[in-house]
């Protein structure tokens, strides 16, 4: 029963509506249909799959006996994101003070690294024939 696919990865915001606002405003996602889960929170979308779920920290802490409440995932490395539009990401990142770096692999790829709101590093990729 191998995983076939990444299916999403949750954040616990510090600030979930700056949160919220970074991942649509730099990434791109849309916020879209959620259940009813018992706390508040998003699910932010890449076309039809709900790709980036964001739960408030504060609330997360204060339920006892959920297993995520004091989890430490600190060893989340980065999340990366096929994207198009390197230009108007770049202007988009300049304008609004973003710092980001920014590396090339000739015939392959633009990687722009950027640093959201809770401190989760996230790596957009965009193929050489995108532009």
């Known amino acids: 029963m191998p995983?076939?696919?990444?299916?999403?990865?949750?954040?616990r915001c510090t600030?979930?509506?700056?949160?919220?606002?970074?991942y649509q405003q730099v990434v791109g996602l849309q916020i879209g249909e959620r259940p009813d889960?018992?706390?508040k929170g998003y699910w932010l979308?890449?076309?039809?799959?709900?790709?980036?779920?964001?739960?408030?920290?504060?609330?997360?802490e204060e339920i006892s006996g959920d297993v995520r409440a004091n989890s430490d995932t600190a060893a989340l490395?980065?999340?990366?994101?096929l994207c198009?539009?390197?230009e108007e990401t770049r202007t988009l990142l300049t304008q609004n003070g973003i710092a980001y770096q920014e590396t090339h692999f000739p015939g392959l790829m633009y990687q722009i690294?950027?640093?959201?709101?809770?401190?989760v590093l996230v790596e957009m990729n965009f193929r050489e024939t995108q532009g």
């Open 3 to 11: 995983a076939t696919r990444l299916d999403h990865y949750t954040i």
């Open 15 to 22: 600030d979930m509506e700056q949160t919220r606002e970074f």
């Open 37 to 39: 889960l018992g706390v």
């Open 45 to 60: 979308y890449a076309g039809d799959t709900p790709v980036v779920h964001l739960l408030d920290k504060a609330e997360m």
């Open 77 to 81: 490395d980065h999340v990366a994101f």
């Open 84 to 86: 198009q539009g390197l």
């Open 113 to 119: 690294f950027v640093t959201d709101p809770d401190n």
